[in-house]
């Protein structure tokens, strides 16, 4: 059965960075686009970022703009998500998710926390 794993979240003071990393099989990513979602209790889920199978093709909710980075390295099974000045409205459980261009999301890790404090 096919897991991803989410690590890297944590505490940080408002101002702050956080790299996130999403783990899977090389051969779960490679044909995939994956994307990272955050939650707030009582929210929806909202969507942070995507990145296509290409490799090339990147894309960031107004929100994450200038301020994170997707980025992808299929050999190793991995997406990272590189967030940076941070905010408080930055605190959410993130979790990254496997898909397919007009499909949807399908797979989706258990997701991390990430808490901004003030």
């Known amino acids: 059965q096919v897991q991803l794993v989410e690590s890297g979240g944590g505490l940080v003071q408002a101002g702050g960075s956080l790299r996130l990393s999403c783990a899977a099989s090389a051969r779960t990513f490679s044909t995939y686009n994956v994307a990272w979602f955050r939650q707030v209790p009582g929210k929806e889920r909202e969507f942070v970022a995507a990145?296509?199978?290409?490799?090339?093709?990147?894309f960031y909710a107004d929100f994450a703009k200038g301020r994170f980075t997707i980025s992808r390295d299929n050999a190793k099974g991995t997406v990272n998500l590189q967030m940076n000045s941070l905010t408080p409205e930055d605190t959410a459980v993130y979790y990254c998710?496997?898909?397919?261009?007009?499909?949807?999301?399908?797979?989706w890790g258990q997701g991390t926390q990430v808490t901004v404090s003030s």
């Open positions: 998710a496997r898909g397919r261009t007009g499909v949807g999301y399908d797979v």
């Open positions: 990145t296509y199978r290409n490799g090339i093709s990147t």
